[in-house]
């Protein structure tokens, strides 16, 4: 399985700033994925990396908001912006390899 | 959208007990994923189904893939303490691999 390394593995930002989390794959991937998981919840698909093209979103989530970087095809990028204590949540990045999905160990942001 | 129902929410369970957990969608599934997150980590896949009616085994974990493909359980049989975590099924839709629709978790407490 791919080893997927995430920084910071945790923050605590002021409202209003921005943080961006860093993903890297130790091996080349078409693919890469940024979910939410939100306190006490399930995770949620904010994006689709694509290399070469913008990141495609899913509802609920806006490029103005989480910018996505996909410079190539191991590393990738996400952007909370203009922060607020409800993007408190835990932002993980996830690789496909075929049918199976793996994940980096997430990032913890605290937003105060 | 693709929506999955996990039950139990919960489980307090004591050492050795069988466990079973389950998956239901009103959508089809091509894939479905089990996971386990411990605290602070990402998840960590531990089964992965590809094709309805399949039965696969890790271990002490068994899971099958229902044959109307809307549906999936994870047994896990002799539990231990470190099998304490939250479990998500997960469920990929056909659009895409490593677009994935999680289920909302199933809590489990092995008591010693």
């Known amino acids: 399985s791919a080893v997927i390394s995430q920084k910071p593995s945790r923050d605590i930002c002021q409202r209003g700033t921005s943080l961006t989390i860093q993903c890297q794959v130790d091996s080349q991937v078409t693919m890469m994925f940024w979910y939410r998981q939100q306190p006490g919840q399930s995770l949620t698909l904010i994006a689709t990396a694509n290399q070469g093209s913008e990141a495609t979103y899913e509802s609920g989530f806006v490029i103005d908001k989480f910018p996505i970087s996909r410079p190539n095809l191991t590393f990738s990028t996400l952007t909370v912006s203009n922060m607020s204590p409800e993007d408190s949540s835990i932002y993980l990045c996830?690789?496909?390899?075929?049918?199976?999905?793996?994940f980096g160990q997430g990032t913890r942001l605290t937003v105060v | 959208g693709q929506q999955l129902n996990q039950s139990p929410q919960s489980m307090f369970i004591q050492e050795g007990e069988d466990v079973s957990m389950n998956c239901t969608s009103s959508s089809i599934f091509n894939t479905w994923l089990w996971y386990k997150q411990d605290p602070g980590e990402g998840p960590v896949l531990l089964i992965a189904?590809?094709?309805?009616?399949e039965l696969t085994s890790n271990g002490r974990l068994t899971a099958q893939f229902g044959i109307t493909r809307k549906d999936s359980f994870l047994n896990i049989s002799a539990s231990i303490p470190s099998d304490v975590g939250i479990y998500f099924c997960?469920?990929?839709?056909?659009?895409?691999?490593?677009?994935?629709?999680f289920g909302q978790g199933t809590i489990l407490t092995v008591h010693p």
């Open positions: 997960a469920g990929e839709g056909g659009t895409s691999y490593g677009k994935l629709t």
């Open positions: 189904l590809y094709k309805a009616g």
């Open positions: 996830s690789v496909a390899q075929g049918p199976e999905a793996f």
